[in-house]
């Protein structure tokens, strides 16, 4: 199977951004219980249809990823998703949000640092259960993706928590967290951009 996985970089067009305490958001977003939710990650779409060859990518713009986090509470039943929950309707516990042509405004709340990314192509086997942050065509071995957000959205990538910069290790709950990222088949087609949600083994 063909992947790129995600990897610390600090020069260059790069395409991929962990953490950061800006977006280009005319708000921030908020959970249900009206707390700010934590960016996680973002990617210059240009950039990154680009080196995908990746066409459900918007053309350009960016995509940023935020999810509920409290170092000091349970949070992880808000940001993991089930048929379950998908017949009672998604909450915005996470956040992903298509930006084209808006100024960056801050993070209201602590963020995560700042650590640049690329990507790197190489393979895994098809079979192989990998906790890298990666971006694929097709979701990875031990990947429970809901029939039901098939229907709507892609798959593009998968992320490690603990690829997180410190003391963000924890960022999805549990340091060997693993997140995923499915992106609308249509940007501005009427759903949301995307849908972000981190799964339980």
């Given at each position: ?21 800006s ?21 210059d779409c240009k ?18 990823v ?55 192509e ?32 892609n ?18 709950y549990m340091?060997d967290?693993?997140?995923?990222l499915?992106?609308n088949?249509q940007?501005g ?13």
């Open positions: 199977m063909r992947i790129h996985k995600i990897i610390p970089a600090s020069d260059g067009k790069l395409p991929f951004m962990f953490g950061g305490d977006a280009h958001v005319s708000e921030w977003p908020k959970n249900p219980e009206g707390q700010d939710l934590l960016l996680l990650f973002t990617i950039v990154a249809r680009q080196r995908l060859s990746r066409t459900d990518l918007p053309a350009r713009g960016f995509l940023h935020f999810s509920t986090y409290d170092s000091n509470e349970y949070f992880i039943d808000s940001i993991t998703v089930d048929e379950v929950q998908l017949q009672k309707g998604m909450a915005s516990y996470t956040c992903v949000v298509h930006a084209d042509d808006v100024e960056p405004i801050k993070s209201p709340r602590p963020s995560i640092p700042l650590q640049l990314a690329d990507f790197e190489t393979t895994i086997d098809d079979d192989e259960l990998s906790v890298l942050s990666l971006i694929a065509d097709e979701a990875p071995a031990g990947a429970l993706i809901p029939v039901q957000l098939s229907v709507d959205y798959f593009l990538c998968q992320i490690y928590s603990s690829d997180f910069p410190a003391p963000f290790e924890d960022a999805l340091t967290g693993v997140g995923y499915l992106i088949k940007i087609g009427g759903k949301s951009d995307g849908c972000f949600f981190v799964q339980v083994a």
